[in-house]
């Protein structure tokens, strides 16, 4: 087997595996916060998917506005699930909370679908080269961005879960919300 093949291979497992320790880190940080599997999770990813592609080729606008539009769009949007459909879940049985995040990946998968069609859709041109020639690797630019963010979130989530009062306080009532409460916390 070709050495650099090889080398290729890893790399692009060790980008491919971030990118599934920061969708494994979101189910726990969901799980442990309401004790509830979310099945609408990857749903909102898509969502997010959509809502960014659109700013990018029907409204044209470049990368750098419209990512965080979508963002702050998503946060909303989220906030609103949370209000909406999920706050009046509270005190019902988790196989109800559970029954009603598969609705809403059901809704939210119809939904997109009757936007945007079936039919993939190329995402625009984000970065100027497409590849990066690292060590004599040909990385795909989108790769090594994937690479470095999920690490940021990764080293961002750790320190404000360790060191940040609301993080601590987050963890505090994830492991016990009796106990937690009789200390203050909401």
Not at 15 to 38: D, E
Not at 53 to 75: D, E, R, S
Not at 110 to 120: E, M, Q, S, T, Y
């Amino acid at each position: 087997m070709n050495t650099q093949f090889l080398i290729q291979l890893i790399v692009n497992g060790l980008v491919v595996g971030t990118l599934y320790g920061v969708v494994a880190m979101s189910f726990v940080l969901i799980y442990k916060a309401t004790q509830v599997v979310n099945f609408a999770q990857g749903e909102l990813l898509l969502v997010g998917a959509w809502v960014c592609w659109a700013l990018l080729t029907k409204y044209q606008l470049p990368f750098w506005i419209g990512m965080p539009i979508t963002l702050v769009f998503m946060f909303i949007f989220g906030i609103a699930i949370q209000v909406v459909i999920l706050r009046p879940m509270i005190g019902e049985p988790i196989i109800s909370v559970i029954m009603v995040t598969i609705g809403l990946s059901t809704v939210f998968q119809a939904a997109l679908k009757w936007i945007f069609g079936v039919n993939p859709q190329p995402f625009p041109q984000i970065f100027q080269s497409q590849s990066i020639s690292l060590f004599g690797l040909q990385i795909q630019t989108v790769y090594v961005m994937s690479l470095v963010v999920s690490l940021a979130m990764m080293v961002g989530m750790a320190w404000f879960f360790r060191a940040s009062k609301y993080g601590l306080a987050m963890r505090a009532t994830a492991f016990n919300q009796q106990v937690a409460q009789s200390l203050g916390i909401s």
